[in-house]
């Protein structure tokens, strides 16, 4: 647990981490859905412009952080601290468990953070509503955490930040954060991505139920898939060389 | 081996038994340990020296569990590397490493303290290691030294029974060596086991029990640091000598080798006592005389000049470290 703490402690000291995990995505919030706040169904969706991109930039800012948790581990590999971890009793799976419980720390201040614009920006739904989208999101979560770790076992911390921003930002673009994605190849395409079912939590207030089968399907998918490249990563980057 | 005789039963700190590691490199294989043998008893503290490609690092990777032998054991206190690690039996400061940011010093000691069921108190590591006055530092505000230091307090914090040193004070000036080594000397002090690689052969004599010598992947020299520099000449005699005679010096007993440089010679000894003695009988008007102390530096010099060069086997002519104790 103290080791937990102190992972905490030193990702929200990290100022720059900080601005761009959180203050950027709010910002871009307001700016965005602002002026559209009176678009009570954006592209026909039924849904107001602030809620859709409550959720959308909700998904963008869990997904960048959920990775760049993970990909800290790039970091720590860089300066030799997963060599000095490796010679301490520290388990494999505490190690990991801290920088996914980290991932979610983070993933719950952007949500707070959002929701709080939102309702500012007149975002109304009820307490069951919002409960339901909060899960729908932190499960949504689960493979873009398995790919920070992931990529921070393959990837060095020099290259981390562009691979890390280019395919957040394509998986956010494929998802619908920034439009919606109603019909025709991309829907399909978008509908076999994590990150679109992530901005599906919207639809949780206008009655429809989360993400039915096929979003379950595809996320636990995902999930599985990430969390299996991901232990492989692990394990190979920490067994004897 | 000095240590194997005090007891069969007890485990060693550190056994090292036909270690071999070879890396298979694009160009060639790489055979950076051949076949070491160590063992290390508790409470010993044991330099490990030699030149860069010795097998050193490689040695103390596989006796850390990071990397693992081709053929080959390794034991501490009786158990594989992993398992006494996972006991946190072990501490180490590695060659590579720096510090995590965006913590400060004492932040991060409790942080990896925090991994040991019994580790020593923060207070006690920072002031043992003299960095009680930057504890509340971040620690990417450091200096080498000061980050040499909070390595050290790092590697000592979980109180490991076996402390494991690469190349500790590189980076270091005079002053913070000193303390540095002062600290060790306190923890060895406790019963611990040290084992150190160092370039710095004076730390060797001055802080070790033992040396142990390596190159091109072998022991070359095993013994306590005063029977490694007596078994090479061990002390040199200058002076100025008026119609020195090469053939009779050399007849002089003591004397390993002559080197003469007009009136001056140098005069290799094995024993510089008897040397000394006999060459004021023979050269009683002998001036400005010196007798100068090897170091290891020298010892070390000699035993692995008479190593084969890599890729070729060793001779049995090769000094073995049987034949050298």
């Not at chain 1, 770790?149 to 990837?155: A, D, E, T, Y």
């Not at chain 2, 290390?40 to 010795?54: D, F, K, R, Y």
């Not at chain 2, 913590?103 to 580790?119: F, G, I, K």
């Not at chain 2, 080594?181 to 002090?189: D, G, I, K, V």
């Amino acid at each position: 647990m103290t080791y937990l703490r102190y992972e905490l402690i030193r990702t929200f000291r990290n100022i720059r981490f900080v601005i761009f995990a959180f203050a950027f995505p709010l910002v871009l919030y307001l700016v965005i859905a602002a002026p559209n706040r009176n678009e009570h169904s954006l592209a026909g969706t039924g849904i107001s412009a602030p809620l859709y991109y409550m959720v959308g930039l909700a998904t963008f800012a869990v997904m960048t952080g959920a990775v760049s948790s993970g990909a800290r581990i790039a970091a720590e590999r860089q300066v030799g601290w997963n060599r000095q971890l490796r010679v301490t009793p520290l388990r494999s799976r505490t190690y990991l468990v801290t920088k996914v419980v980290t991932a979610y720390a983070m993933a719950l201040v952007s949500i707070l953070l959002l929701y709080a614009a939102g309702i500012a920006l007149g975002v109304r739904m009820s307490a069951g509503d919002w409960l339901e989208m909060t899960g729908l999101l932190l499960v949504g979560l689960i493979p873009f955490a398995a790919l920070g770790v992931l990529v921070g076992h393959l990837v060095s911390a020099d290259t981390i930040g562009p691979v890390m921003g280019g395919v957040a930002a394509l998986l956010a673009l494929l998802g619908g954060t920034w439009f919606p994605i109603t019909s025709g190849f991309m829907y399909d395409l978008a509908r076999s991505l994590p990150s679109y079912w992530l901005v599906r939590a919207s639809h949780v207030p206008i009655g429809s139920t989360g993400w039915g089968s096929l979003g379950w399907l595809v996320v636990a998918a995902w999930s599985v898939a990430l969390i299996a490249l991901a232990a492989r990563a692990h394990r190979r980057d920490t067994r004897p060389a | 081996m000095p240590s194997a005789t005090t007891s069969h039963r007890r485990a060693f700190a550190v056994e090292l038994a036909m270690l071999a590691k070879t890396f298979h490199t694009p160009a060639e294989p790489v055979h950076a340990v051949r076949g070491v043998n160590l063992r290390i008893a508790p409470g010993e503290t044991v330099a490990l020296l030699g030149p860069n490609g010795a097998g050193k690092s490689t040695t103390i990777d596989m006796l850390l569990g990071l990397a693992n032998p081709d053929t080959g054991l390794v034991r501490v206190f009786g158990r594989p590397p992993a398992d006494a690690v996972a006991e946190g039996s072990i501490g180490a400061m590695q060659q590579t490493g720096g510090l995590i940011p965006d913590l400060s010093v004492r932040e991060l000691v409790t942080m990896v303290a925090s991994l040991y069921v019994d580790p020593m108190k923060v207070d006690d590591v920072l002031e043992l290691t003299g960095i009680e006055d930057i504890a509340r530092q971040r620690t990417n505000r450091l200096s080498g030294g000061q980050t040499q230091r909070v390595r050290a307090a790092i590697a000592l914090v979980g109180d490991p029974e076996l402390l494991v040193l690469d190349e500790p004070t590189v980076g270091m000036d005079v002053e913070s060596r000193r303390s540095f080594w002062q600290t060790m000397r306190t923890y060895a002090s406790t019963g611990r086991t040290i084992l150190f690689a160092t370039h710095y052969l004076d730390e060797a004599d001055d802080y070790a029990d033992r040396a142990v010598l390596m190159a091109r992947g072998r022991v070359v020299a095993d013994g306590p640091t005063t029977v490694i520099k007596a078994m090479v000449g061990s002390r040199t005699i200058r002076a100025t000598l008026s119609n020195a005679d090469r053939v009779l010096l050399h007849s002089l007993p003591g004397i390993v080798s002559v080197d003469r440089h007009g009136e001056a010679v140098i005069l290799s000894c094995s024993d510089s006592d008897a040397a000394i003695r006999a060459l004021l009988q023979a050269y009683p008007d002998a001036r400005d005389i010196e007798i100068i102390g090897a170091g290891l530096e020298q010892a070390f010099l000699q035993l692995t000049a008479d190593q084969p060069p890599p890729g070729i086997p060793r001779q049995a002519s090769a000094p073995q470290q049987e034949n050298l104790l």
